[in-house]
Structures are given as C-alpha cells and as structure tokens.
C-alpha cells in the first residue's frame, strides 16, 4: 500500500501542476483583457481544487506511513539539523498546505457575486502564490 500511494503521490502532482498552470495564465489573460467569468473559468478551479485535496489526502496518508517523515518525527531536533529530513517532516507538508489553502479560497472567492474582473485578478493571485509555493518546495531530487 505505502509503495502505491507513494508512487500516485509522485504522479499526481504533473496532472495538478498542469491544470495549475493552465488556471493561472487563463486567469491572467481573462484578467488583462477583462474577459468575463465563465462556466469553463468556474469548471476549471473546481477541478484544480478536487485534484489539490486528492493530493492533500494522499500527502496526509503518507506522512504519517513514510519512514522520511516518521524518523523526522520521533526526534525533530535532528530533522531540523537534517535538511533532507527537515524538508520531508516540515518544510514540504506546510507550504503544500498552504498552497491548496490558497487554491480553496481562489475557488471560494471566485463563487461570491462579485465582478469577473475581480474573480480574475483573486484567481491570479491566489494562483499564482499556490504555483509558487508548490514549485519551491517538491523534493526535486526525489521526484524526477
């Protein structure tokens, strides 16, 4: 089960990054050219949002499975002096939490009565952060 889990842990996050990165620039370019807000812009952060907690809840599973984050656990003084092991018990979880928090309120924004150019400029910030923070914190030498 871990190895699975692992192994769909590390696939999911091109599919998420993809429609990431496609949500992010389609926001940006109905933002600059002031594009309403439509059925597809709506069906679009409802999908990143469902794949960011899938992989939300695959990433809870196999932190508390992987042996990485487990022996970061038991002694946290040694996984802070570790920067692998700081990366894999601290660092990775919260900036992906954080970042599907920022994906859920984009989505949660954009669903108020407010103006399309407003939902497109919420979506391009809160999109953008979430890009960014994932990005900085996938164990690259892991995941390629």
């Not at 939902?119 to 890009?131: E, M, V």
């Amino acid at each position: 089960m871990y190895i699975g889990l692992k192994h769909l842990h590390s696939f999911l996050p091109y599919l998420l990054l993809t429609v990431l990165l496609f949500a992010f620039v389609k926001s940006v370019i109905a933002y600059r050219g002031q594009h309403p807000h439509t059925e597809g812009h709506r069906k679009n952060g409802l999908i990143l949002l469902i794949l960011a907690h899938i992989q939300l809840l695959i990433g809870g599973i196999l932190y508390f499975v992987s042996p990485m984050s487990t022996s970061g656990l038991n002694d946290l003084g040694a996984a802070m002096k570790d920067s692998t092991l700081r990366l894999y018990t601290l660092e990775h979880p919260l900036m992906m939490i954080l970042a599907i928090v920022l994906i859920t309120m984009a989505y949660s924004k954009s669903k108020k009565d407010i103006s399309s150019h407003l939902k497109h400029k919420i979506k391009c910030i809160y999109f953008g952060l979430a890009l960014v923070l994932i990005l900085s914190k996938i164990p690259w030498s892991a995941w390629l």
